[in-house]
């Protein structure tokens, strides 16, 4: 149980770093 909860919060961790580093994009346009 702790395992999958450690999956998903690290899922939860990439999928902000990936609309971070798209917000980013979009400032430097």
Known sequence: MIV???HRDATIRR???E???VA???EKR
């Open 4 to 6: 999958r909860h450690l």
């Open 15 to 17: 999928k902000l770093e």
């Open 19 to 21: 609309a971070r580093q």
């Open 24 to 26: 980013a994009a979009l």
